[in-house]
């Protein structure tokens, strides 16, 4: 788990890996443009969003990481290009090629994605005149690259930590319409560790399952959705089981720094479900917890109404759920025993909900399944926000 | 449909029911007791949440409307009797009895409702004291029992129609909590008509499965939904087809003016579905659009952001969609064409979702399905209320 895991204080790179981010024009001065390279060819995976509509940038991406190698990633944010047709998927192609031109590779050696508004067509001659000389501006400080994929974001996001002799660097943007079901909104993972794609593959989609795959910030799944690892091997090989903690500790940290900054947010919400009949209820009544807007709305208020805790639980009609063997916690102080609210004093859990973090558990006394999920507190920012995405 | 049926101006109660409401101290100074009653014992039906932690009305309720006959109901706000043990149990026997001897009935034919605050006890004494000499209130108009069940309901809710020479009259309250999945938080049917009671309970059904089950207003399945049906027969016979025609309708309405006063709502959001593979998947497709915090949003602030339709479309993972026949419509106006957004005014359409209604349609063209559903749009009204409902 992450508690054994030590993060940099100042996030690094693995060896051979750079970045650069631009504004061309997309925002009025934001930094809306990123470039990633590899110094050299990079093994790589990546897992997709499984919204029906995906975007232009999915659609080609699909195709490109089948090659498993890769140099370099080429996104921009404001506009998604998703819903835009043929023409859209013509725009990602010409993003590829620009990025591919500038350091001296093939555009399936390049994977591309766009984050923003959706269903208007990429202007892609800002981006590929913005994509000239970029190459110039690459450096060592993977915050450049994040700041060029933030929508609504109110801070990059990037950590780095060390595995043996390698190093691992995740990158991720995502703040709204998450509930991702396959990765989050853009999560790019770096590492100068050895390993052949398809092992990366398998790597990846353990590591995503228990992290990015149990995030919600508001049930929206992205059409936009990607998860890639690049692993340029410049480290040599590192132990794998090793590899997969530091991964995994990596995707959980990363998937609680998006789910604190979900649109609106003031509270890390973490729902921990314990003695659930199967894991897949465990993750049915963990999410039931975690989207229920009136339990959203409690935290956010800090309001001692931990009856909505039981409502939560049991609107999950597909669930075993007893009454009698239902239990639940805030922040370790326990409000429910055996299917009741307990006699408690107010002011003892308004206090513990008004913390940054507020974990929520569940005991389900019906058998062994257990699943933790990653969200946020509904709050009046959520809203404002989202009223006038479109239009601001 | 509902554009056949006439409802009253003014509702009023079939033959034989009348109504009172009281203040009994559970709230600071409004009606917070409810007694509806029958002068003569009348055939009922009634279905109940699906929450797997029912209040204890609910408990003694489904024993109650075994019987298939009632005279009353007594139903109190503020205090909603869930999660509350034997004791609540106990509470709920208490307030059928003393109803019960009030009208000098048996308690097995009246019905108890609590609505509010969960895991609370009722505060029994004052809801018994209160009952005592409710009889001599017992008047005909349907709105003064209506407002003995609100919470926080911005409005009492209560319609009537005729059929043949029998009429139909629904009281209801819900404005949060709403997701019924069986029935909606309270709603209560009375008529004149003369049927058997498993009739109406096959009538009951019918009507409520593309009405109420078709609401939501923010995805949380209420511990105390109920809706019962009490049939008189004091207007004799009617055509079962014609009362089941307004039946529906009557319901329809009531959905809409219970979706409409949704916590913090501005707007009645109606979702049409059509062309989905089966009914099942219209009504999966319908209820992610409608519960989608992005599409609510943009229909709150009236943001032509219409890409989010498509991405509330695209998340039902399990049912088949195919962005190539996927077109949709906001208040008739086509802004999705073959899953590609289409060139329009942007202030065409941020007028039309400025309306207090909007109806948004999706053609799925892959099958027959059809699908309506009910609901309203996310505003700060709704976090407000919700971050300090115990509290308030």
């Known amino acids: 788990m992450s508690s054994a895991i030590t993060f940099h204080a100042t996030p690094v790179f693995p060896r051979g890996f750079r970045c650069a981010s631009r504004n061309v024009g997309l925002k009025p001065s934001a930094r809306d443009l990123t470039l990633f390279a590899s110094e050299v060819d990079a093994a790589a995976a990546a897992v997709f969003t499984r919204n029906h509509f995906p975007g232009a940038p999915i659609i080609l991406g699909r195709e ?47 994977l591309v994605s766009s984050t923003g508004v959706i269903g ?56 709204g319409m998450i509930e991702p079901n396959m990765a989050t909104m853009l999560s790019y993972i770096f590492t100068d560790a050895a390993f052949d794609a398809p092992t990366l593959d398998r790597l990846l989609r353990a590591a995503v399952t228990p992290t990015f795959n149990m995030l919600s910030v508001d049930t929206d799944t992205s059409t936009s959705d990607t998860c890639a690892i690049l692993a340029n091997g410049l480290a040599g090989a590192v132990d794998e089981a090793e590899f997969l903690a530091v991964l995994t500790a990596g995707c959980r940290r990363m998937t609680e720094i998006l789910a604190r900054d979900g649109e609106g947010a003031e509270h890390l919400v973490r729902v921990t479900v314990r003695g659930a009949l199967n894991q897949t209820e465990a993750h049915v009544v963990a999410k ?20 909505r805790l039981l409502m939560a639980v049991g609107k999950c009609f597909d669930c075993t759920i007893r009454p009698a063997t239902t239990d639940a916690w805030i922040n370790g102080f326990q409000v429910v025993g ?7 004093d107010d002011a003892v859990v308004r ?33 404002d926000e989202n009223a006038s995405y479109y239009s601001s």
């Open 64 to 110: 490109t990481i089948k090659g498993g190698v890769l140099r370099a990633i080429i996104a921009n944010s404001k506009v998604s290009n998703v819903a835009t047709g043929t023409r859209g998927v013509e725009h990602a192609r010409r993003m590829a090629m620009a990025a591919a031109t500038e350091l001296g590779t093939a555009p399936d050696r390049v």
């Open 120 to 175: 208007v067509q990429l202007p892609i001659e800002k981006i590929e005149a913005g994509i000239a000389g970029m190459t110039s501006d690459l450096q060592d400080n993977p915050m450049v690259g994040a700041e060029g994929i933030m929508t609504t974001d109110t801070h990059p996001k990037a950590l780095s930590a060390s595995v043996g002799t390698a190093t691992i660097t995740w990158v991720a943007k995502g703040s």
């Open 288 to 307: 039931s917890i975690l989207n229920s807007p009136l339990v959203k709305t409690m935290v956010h208020g800090a309001d001692p109404n931990v009856g």
């Open 338 to 344: 055996h299917g009741e609210r307990l006699a408690f």
């Open 351 to 383: 206090e513990t909900l008004s913390r940054e973090v507020v974990d929520l558990s569940v005991s389900l006394g019906v058998g062994d399944g257990e699943a933790i999920a990653y969200g946020c507190d509904l709050t009046k920012g959520y809203v």
